[in-house]
Nanobody
Framework: QVPLVESGGGLVQAGGSLRLSCSASRRIPIASTMGWYRQAPGHERELVARLVGGSTSSYADFVKGRFTIARNGANTILQMNNLKPEDTAVYYC?????????WGQGTQVTVSS
């Protein structure tokens, strides 16, 4: 497996939106479970959302109702709405459970108050 590539992060004000995208150099089967994770400074990396079979999604309580995970062709998308300062972190994608060699550089999301 090769590292996945995340993009779409940036600086946004509280209440704003961002759309993250995850791409892979190899085709990841639609039946695979994909996940978005995040790691804030001084914290462990945590699972934010996952998508099973391209259609069944689940979310951490702290993002429910605000984030949406979806597949768009070969890419895995994380639509983030109503962002809060506590959402500030580096966001990563990976399969679930994660494969160590697939961790990419992540994309920084910074939410200002």
């Amino acid at each position: 497996q090769v590292p996945l590539v995340e993009s779409g992060g940036g600086l946004v004000q509280a209440g704003g939106s961002l759309r993250l995208s995850c791409s892979a150099s190899r085709r990841i089967p639609i039946a695979s479970t994909m996940g978005w994770y995040r790691q804030a400074p001084g914290h462990e990396r945590e699972l934010v959302a996952r998508l099973v079979g391209g259609s069944t999604s689940s979310y951490a309580d702290f993002v429910k109702g605000r984030f949406t995970i979806a597949r768009n062709g070969a890419n895995t998308i994380l639509q983030m709405n109503n962002l809060k300062p506590e959402d500030t972190a580096v966001y990563y994608c990976n399969t679930w459970p994660p494969i160590q060699t697939q961790w990419g550089q992540g994309t920084q999301v910074t939410v200002s108050s």
